[in-house]
């Protein structure tokens, strides 16, 4: 096994052949965002801010002051191999 780091996601998977599918659907997005308020109200994670903050970077937008809504905004935006980075 080695330590190498792999590439994300969305560079891994540019290829020269034709993707099956290039997006995520919305009821993934969904059910992603459900995953992460569980993981905010068990307190797995701390608050929403740092979901946001994730998000975001990952996105590249720059930073802001964050909450709930916004990490449901960013799901929906972001491209789909991005959202695949994230996860």
């Known amino acids: 096994m080695t330590d190498d780091a792999l590439p994300p996601f969305s560079v891994r998977s540019r290829v020269a052949q034709t993707q099956i599918d290039n997006d995520c659907r919305e009821t993934f997005r969904i059910g992603l965002y459900y995953l992460l308020s569980r993981l905010v109200e068990k307190n797995f994670v701390a608050e929403w801010g740092d979901v946001a903050t994730e998000l975001r970077r990952i996105g590249r937008v720059t930073p802001t002051e964050y909450d709930n809504d916004d990490v449901a905004q960013l799901l929906a935006?972001?491209?789909?191999?991005?959202?695949?980075?994230f996860c």
């Open 77 to 85: 935006e972001l491209d789909w191999a991005r959202v695949f980075d």
